[in-house]
């Protein structure tokens, strides 16, 4: 059983640290994360930025220094950020823009379909939505027309489940993520998702699982294995995540 671990933070107090709606994160090194999942087979995955690290970048290529060409960043950046910045990033391991709507810490919402184009267009990274999907309907029609986009952990509420389902349906990847932290029946999310678009789910663990209610357990992997079939557990848990990331 292969996994690309799509989703999950490196928290380094080397590096800048912002206190996010009064939740200062523990700390999480690269060598916590490997001690971690050293019973799992993961062969690489998508270092993910934080609320509470705000724009630095320094961290992030550190940890991806540290764990190898397998593992890619999703960073925050500012809209005033220069092209030679993001080129530099690029070569060196980042593939994602990430907008953090639920937490803060990023660019605004209303930079997004500037900003995902922009850097679309000049290293081919796709952007990243942390957001509640019962707030998709406000900006539905400008997602489904960007190049490549995805959104985090279910779209956490059950009541935005019909409105990401429908941009499942034309294309945007949904991470499998998170499964103690949301407000809905991951079951029926995992399905439903799944049907709509087979390409569509990206498993990860979340770790450390900041806020969440509950952290990331081996379970999460199983309950996965007990839904769907060789093919889809597969898709869900490696190629769905590494093709998105480094094809």
Request: aromatic share 12%; hydrophobic share 40%; net charge negative.
């Amino acid at each position: 059983m292969r996994i690309f671990d799509a989703h999950f933070h490196i928290i380094d107090f080397d590096f800048p640290i912002v206190e996010n709606q009064g939740y200062t994160p523990p700390s999480y090194i690269v060598k916590d994360y490997q001690n971690e999942t050293a019973d799992l087979n993961v062969l690489g995955g998508a270092i993910v930025s934080g609320s509470f690290q705000g724009f630095d970048q320094e961290y992030l290529l550190k940890a991806l220094k540290e764990l190898g060409p397998s593992f890619c960043g999703v960073t925050q950046l500012p809209f005033t950020v220069t092209d030679d910045e993001i080129v530099n990033l690029h070569n060196n391991g980042v593939r994602a823009l990430r907008f953090n709507i639920k937490r803060g810490g990023s660019e605004d919402l209303s930079m997004l379909d500037y900003f995902a184009r922009r850097v679309y267009d000049l290293v081919g990274w796709h952007s990243e939505l942390y957001i509640d999907s019962k707030e998709l309907p406000e900006t539905a029609s400008t997602i489904e027309k960007l190049p490549a986009i995805s959104i985090d952990h279910l779209g956490l509420s059950e009541e935005g489940l019909t409105h990401l389902l429908k941009l499942v349906d034309k294309g945007i990847h949904v991470k499998a993520t998170g499964f103690g932290r949301v407000e809905l029946n991951v079951v029926n999310a995992l399905k439903s998702i799944y049907e709509t678009n087979p390409d569509s789910l990206m498993f990860g663990t979340d770790l450390p699982s900041t806020r969440a209610k509950r952290p990331f357990e081996y379970g999460d992997i199983e309950l996965i294995q007990q839904l769907f079939d060789e093919q889809a557990i597969e898709k869900i848990l490696y190629t769905n995540a590494l093709k998105w990331y480094f094809e």
